[in-house]
C-alpha cells in the first residue's frame, strides 16, 4: 500500500505563486506514474499533471502555469503554480499508480493522498 502525503497549500492573494510537494511511502516516483488533480468547491476532480519515466502530462484546459517535476532520490513529486488565481482555489490531490503507463485519466492511479488546500483571494 503506498501512502502519498501532501503538504505546501496555503492562503495566498492573487499572483502569487506555490509549490506543493507529495512524499510516496514507497519507490514509486521513479518507476511509476505519480499525478495531481484538485478539487474545487462544487465541481468534479480533475486531472492538473502526471509524470512518469516516459513524460509528463498536463490537462488540456491548463495554463502553462502548472509544472510538474519530480526528485527521485527524496521519493518526491512537485507541482509549481505560478501566477495564482482564485480559480485555482481547491484542495489538491497528490495520486500515484504503480506502473510507467500514464496520464491524467484516473484509471492510470491506484492510491490517493489526503490533500492539500489552496485558497486564493482576489
Known amino acids: 500500500q503506498v501512502q502519498l502525503l501532501e503538504s505546501g497549500g496555503a492562503s495566498v492573494q492573487a499572483g502569487g505563486s506555490l509549490t506543493l510537494s507529495c512524499t510516496a511511502s514507497?519507490?514509486?516516483?521513479?518507476?511509476?506514474?505519480v499525478g495531481w488533480f484538485r478539487q474545487g468547491p462544487g465541481k468534479t476532480r480533475e486531472g492538473v499533471a502526471a509524470?512518469?519515466?516516459?513524460?509528463?502530462h498536463y490537462g488540456d484546459s491548463l495554463e502553462a502555469r502548472f509544472t510538474i517535476s519530480r526528485d527521485n532520490s527524496k521519493n518526491q513529486v512537485y507541482l509549481q503554480i505560478s501566477d495564482l488565481k482564485p480559480e485555482d482555489t481547491a484542495m489538491y490531490y497528490c495520486?500515484?499508480?504503480?506502473?510507467?503507463?500514464?496520464?491524467?485519466?484516473?484509471?492510470?492511479?491506484?492510491?490517493w493522498g489526503q490533500g492539500t488546500q489552496i485558497t486564493v483571494s482576489s
Open positions: 495520486a500515484a499508480g504503480r506502473y510507467a503507463l500514464c496520464g491524467i485519466a484516473k484509471e492510470y492511479f491506484n492510491y
Open positions: 514507497e519507490y514509486v516516483v521513479g518507476t511509476g506514474c
Open positions: 509524470i512518469s519515466p516516459n513524460g509528463v
